[in-house]
């Protein structure tokens, strides 16, 4: 969620974000997840997990800066069509809450995972996108009144002692770090932050967002980040330069482009959809599935995978699979 050279936006303070205490702002109840919820979690994991050895091959030629400018517009041009259709269709007082979940959702994603894995294994990288339904737990908690229990601050605390585990016991180069870096997992504090943003993100749309169709939350949202970052792309980077005159540019052009169609504009408006046949805790339980996609890509690609890996993406699964069951 991968997950995300900002456009400006207004500062939101904890109290916008909470709802009014006489007439809260909540989406209507969700029925038990169907066949159709879990078809479509799958093929999310399956597109999800993948998205991180695509950002590693992006990433030989191109820099984390232009790799998430060129996703974001990629992805917006793609869905362009929709959103002009949908444009006049949605009250302005909703645009404030597309830009955020867009912005924090999206967009600072999109940076923060390219850069992240300019020194990490894509695998790792995947296992640490499992933090977004611990984080989508905590946000929903803070701003939205969801319920937090004892068992599933539980949850949260493992979620957090295994992305410890990995970042100080399993530090793992990339094969993009530079020779003689310090590659270590470190830099998964940058998918950390990341993924604070999906959980702001999928509670913004669940709970502020719900009335309006996928497609419309989904193109719309793209629309107002994806023209800073295309403005960026152009004028801020040598992105032309490099595929005009870098040997392997187009390749790695064509990577970043089906990671912007499948893994930012298809997957966002399918887990779009997904959060309105269901909650924000089973949408998020795509993290169960994604960690195993994105490690098998790793491995293909000769990406070292040890017993401190495993056993803090144990443990995260552990801290996640709680938050899921408790109640």
């Known amino acids: 969620m991968p997950a995300p050279a900002l456009p400006p936006l207004a500062p939101t303070?904890?109290?916008?974000?909470?709802?009014p205490a006489a007439a809260p702002a909540v989406a209507p109840a969700s029925p038990a997840p169907s066949v159709a919820a879990w078809a479509l979690l799958l093929v999310l994991s399956?597109?999800?997990?993948?998205?991180?050895?695509?950002?590693k091959k992006g990433l030989v030629v191109f820099s984390a800066l232009e790799l998430g400018a060129t996703r974001v517009s990629v992805a917006a041009l793609l869905l362009l069509p929709f959103a002009l259709r949908e444009m006049g269709r949605v009250e302005r007082s909703r645009l404030k809450w597309l830009a955020l979940s867009g912005t924090?959702?999206?967009?600072?994603p999109a940076f923060l995972f390219a850069y992240a894995e300019t020194r990490l294994a894509s695998g790792l990288a995947g296992v640490l996108n499992a933090l977004t339904a611990?984080?989508?737990?905590?946000?929903?908690?803070l701003f939205f009144g969801q319920r937090l229990t004892g068992a599933r601050v539980l949850g949260i605390g493992l979620g957090l002692l295994g992305?410890?585990?990995?970042?100080l016991l399993g530090g793992s180069a990339s094969t993009n770090a530079p020779a003689g870096g310090v590659g270590n997992a470190w830099y998964g504090g940058y998918i950390v932050v990341a993924t604070v943003g999906y959980g702001l993100s999928v509670n913004v749309i669940k709970h502020r967002l719900h009335a309006l169709t996928p497609v419309a939350v989904t193109s719309l949202l793209l629309l107002i980040i994806g023209g800073p970052a295309l403005a960026y792309l152009l004028l801020g980077t040598g992105f032309a330069h490099?595929?005009?005159?870098?040997?392997?540019?187009?390749?790695?052009?064509?990577?970043?482009?089906l990671l912007a169609t499948l893994s930012t504009a298809v997957a966002t408006l399918l887990f779009n959809m997904l959060l309105q046949r269901s909650t924000t805790l089973f949408a998020s339980s795509s993290t169960y599935l994604i960690p195993i996609v994105a490690l098998a890509w790793g491995a293909?690609?000769?990406?070292?995978?040890?017993?401190?890996?495993?056993?803090?993406?144990a443990i995260i699964l552990a801290g996640v699979f709680i938050i899921h069951r408790a109640r």
């Open 13 to 19: 303070t904890p109290a916008e974000l909470t709802p």
């Open 134 to 141: 611990v984080f989508a737990l905590l946000v929903g908690a």
């Open 46 to 55: 399956l597109i999800w997990g993948t998205s991180f050895i695509l950002m």
């Open 104 to 108: 924090v959702g999206t967009l600072i």
């Open 300 to 313: 293909l690609d000769g990406e070292a995978f040890n017993l401190w890996h495993a056993a803090g993406m």
């Open 163 to 167: 992305t410890v585990v990995l970042m």
């Open 242 to 257: 490099k595929l005009a005159t870098v040997p392997g540019a187009w390749a790695a052009f064509g990577y970043i482009a």
